[in-house]
């Protein structure tokens, strides 16, 4: 059972209200959300892109500008070489597009999932050297691909890294010591010596930022940079979502700027995809951009090459981008059928392995199709609550990816044992790899044997920003806190909670029946409470708390339970009716 937690941050909660026109709660949640001061305050609610960092504070970022516009000037040719998930894909659309606008002579290469694997390797090198590429220029990769680099220099290439994610290490004396690429320019918000405010944003956003720079040094037209940043703030802002990045200080700013435009009026390819899923672009949310456009984005990397997501992004007509977004729903529908069975075969394989006492999860589904390694992690770990590693055969070997929770870094424990993968990289939450099939063992063991992770660590804790009573859960209030989105990691869609809540009836929805609709009761008020949780789990716990007899009544007769509860609000608009939705989430 979870633990909850009532957030309790102190600050001038009136204060806030009266400077912000907001009510004293919804000041309460900000407060929650890390933000200390009034400044802070305003540049939540009313950021803009103004608000941004100027690039030029990343280390690095002035003088990769300055190696791009060299060879620009001197016509050499550019290769972008990305990753083939939607952060890669995104940041490599805006590279290319931003170089040919400064008439740069420039390719892109996005690796092939299970025929080059992750980031940079020699072939990638090998091939670009042949086919007369004097500058590499990395996006969402490179930070660890120092032999690969290094053959690039061997061979007189000039090497550009930009990248977002974690510098690889070693331990010296208990020290960290970086090992950063030998390339020509390392552009990384991570690197230690980088003093960037806010190192917490995705490759596509480093991206952006190096574009911004270089059209203004290199004075490109203000309408043309003006149709471009446009289209830049946009996929930089679903590329931000899907790499789960923090929606705090400048990314929430850039998600928030990319949805409202995607609202108005959404770039060829984004267009082209909301229309596809049936989003009515005026309710686009940060949802949709992480479980909707993202998805079908990520699933041509998954299944097939990045390809066609890519020449999505970058259709010059309608009818094109159409046709790509068609297929790459389609693609993202067989995806998900694949993921659920493989979720199922890890479920089995944990009963089979009696995996139930370790505190970190090695599974390996040697015919699962390794692009949807990472997804089933991520299941599989939300449902354990533990970390979760997930491997697979490959064509060369064995790969995998990893998911972890919150107390567990994944990318230092990786280290921690490195001499047993044959390449690696991550960070916290999330890591990739490639080990030789007979060391799986070895691993399941060693990172089970250097966990330090308490049963604390696992029981999943709720943390709640208001205790509040049903009757506070107005319609004026659910429209209010609208104001904090996009909600998203860092930035929560804000949970309440509240104690003697009478389940009184109960009505199935769906077409699998597999939600519900309850008419409860609070302090004498009668309300509608909408539940998408595990139906089963919910009768199972009531059952327990209050006897079949009752819970049998509760989609018939009628019935009589109390429990605490934890919701959230929502806004439900069907048939020109517009009325407060609140959603149940967790009970005991």
């Not at 190192?199 to 270089?214: D, S």
């Not at 509608?528 to 919910?538: A, I, P, Q, S, Y």
Request: charged fraction near 25%; include cysteine; charge should be negative.
């Amino acid at each position: 059972m979870e633990k909850w937690f009532v957030t309790a941050k102190k600050a001038d909660f009136d204060a806030w209200s009266k400077k912000f026109n907001i009510t004293p709660v919804t000041a309460r949640i900000i407060r929650n959300r890390d933000i200390f001061s009034e400044e802070e305050v305003e540049r939540y609610l009313k950021g803009t892109l103004l608000d941004l960092y100027p690039p030029e504070l990343m280390y690095g970022m002035e003088d990769a500008c300055a190696v791009l516009q060299e060879e620009i000037c001197l016509k050499r040719a550019i290769r972008v070489i990305g990753d083939y998930d939607v952060d890669g894909i995104s940041a490599s659309h805006i590279l290319t597009k931003g170089l040919q606008a400064l008439g740069a002579n420039v390719d892109t290469v996005i690796p092939h999932r299970m025929k080059d694997g992750y980031g940079l390797n020699d072939q990638l090198i090998e091939d670009a050297y042949r086919e007369g590429i004097h500058t590499i220029l990395t996006c969402d990769n490179g930070i660890s691909a120092q032999g690969p680099i290094r053959r690039a220099k061997d061979y007189g290439m000039t090497v550009v890294v930009t990248d977002h994610h974690e510098v690889p290490y070693t331990e010296e004396d208990g020290k960290r010591v970086e090992i950063l690429p030998e390339a020509d320019v390392v552009v990384d918000p991570k690197q230690q010596k980088d003093t960037y405010p806010f190192p917490g944003i995705c490759g596509a956003f480093v991206a952006f930022k190096l574009m911004e720079l270089m059209f203004r040094r290199m004075e490109l037209s203000i309408e043309l940079r003006n149709v471009l940043m446009d289209e830049f703030i946009q996929v930089a802002a679903v590329a931000t979502v899907c790499d789960v990045m923090d929606l705090l200080d400048e990314n929430r700013i850039l998600v928030k700027e990319g949805i409202k435009r995607m609202r108005q009026s959404p770039c060829r390819g984004l267009g082209a995809l909301i229309k596809a899923n049936g989003i009515e672009p005026a309710k686009l949310s940060s949802f949709h951009l992480g479980f909707v456009i993202g998805p079908c984005l990520n699933a041509t990397g998954r299944l097939d090459s990045a390809k066609r997501a890519l020449a999505l992004l970058a259709a010059e007509s309608d009818r094109d981008a159409a046709v790509l977004a068609d297929e790459l729903r389609e693609m993202n529908d067989s995806r998900k059928a694949m993921t659920l069975n493989g979720v199922k075969e890890a479920n089995i394989l944990m009963e089979e392995k009696d995996m139930a006492g370790d505190k970190v999860l090695v599974l390996f589904l040697p015919d699962c199709h390794e692009s949807l390694a990472g997804i089933i992690a991520g299941r599989i770990k939300e449902q354990y609550g533990r970390p979760c590693f997930v491997l697979t055969r490959a064509e060369e070997g064995v790969k995998g990816s990893g998911r972890s929770i919150e107390a567990y870094h994944m990318y230092d424990a990786m280290v921690e044992c490195k001499e047993l993968f044959t390449k690696f990289g991550g960070h916290k939450m999330a890591a990739g790899l490639s080990i030789k099939e007979e060391n799986i063992p070895l691993l399941r063991e060693t990172l089970n044997r250097n966990c330090t992770l308490s049963e604390e660590d696992f029981i999943p804790k709720i943390h709640i920003d208001v205790p509040m009573p049903l009757s506070y859960a107005t319609l004026r209030f659910a429209e209010e806190l609208q104001v904090l989105e996009p909600f998203g990691n860092g930035n929560p869609k804000p949970l309440f909670a509240t104690k003697q809540v009478h389940i009184i009836r109960g009505r199935k929805l769906g077409a699998n029946q597999s939600f519900a609709k309850f008419e409860v009761l609070q302090y004498g008020e009668r309300y509608e409470m909408v539940f998408f949780g595990n139906l089963e789990k919910f009768h199972a716990f009531l059952e327990e708390r209050f006897g079949k007899e009752k819970v049998g009544n509760l989609y018939g007769a009628g019935t009589d339970m109390v429990i605490s509860v934890t919701y959230q609000l929502g806004i439900n608009s069907f048939r020109g009716k517009t009325q407060v939705q609140l959603q149940l989430l967790n009970y005991c």
